[in-house]
Nanobody, 127 residues
């Protein structure tokens, strides 16, 4: 599975962006996908997760109610809809994929369980 993240850019606080994670391969629906982000000088942290069939989603507390993750397996794409953006959301956003298993669903917030990673897309939120 190869992943390509896109959709980042510069937006004012309160604005919205939609990130996309496009995947290659025929087994995409068997893979759970997560978004992580890394702010300048900080560690990469979990943002959101979606199971292979889209039936299970998870969010870190700071984005609940503002971000929505979704997927279209017919298009091999996962989306991260980001609303009410804050300067603290500024970071490089990475999508990651791993086979959707019980272990994946239990440790979805842990970056080292994901085998496949996209290249990252920069989101900058100005105040």
């Amino acid at each position: 599975v190869q992943l390509q993240a896109s959709g980042g850019g510069l937006v004012q606080a309160g604005g919205s962006l939609r990130l996309s994670c496009a995947a290659s391969g025929r087994t995409f629906s068997r893979h759970a996908v997560a978004w992580f982000r890394q702010a300048p000088g900080k560690e990469r942290v979990f943002v959101s997760f979606i199971s292979g069939n889209g039936g299970r989603t998870r969010y870190t507390d700071s984005v609940k109610g503002r971000f929505t993750i979704s997927r279209d397996n017919a298009k091999n794409t996962v989306y991260l809809h980001m609303n009410s953006l804050e300067p603290e959301d500024t970071a490089v956003y990475y999508c990651a994929a791993e086979l959707d298993t019980i272990d994946t669903r239990s440790r979805y917030y842990t970056s080292n369980i994901y085998e496949y990673w996209g290249q990252g897309t920069l989101v900058t939120v100005s105040s």
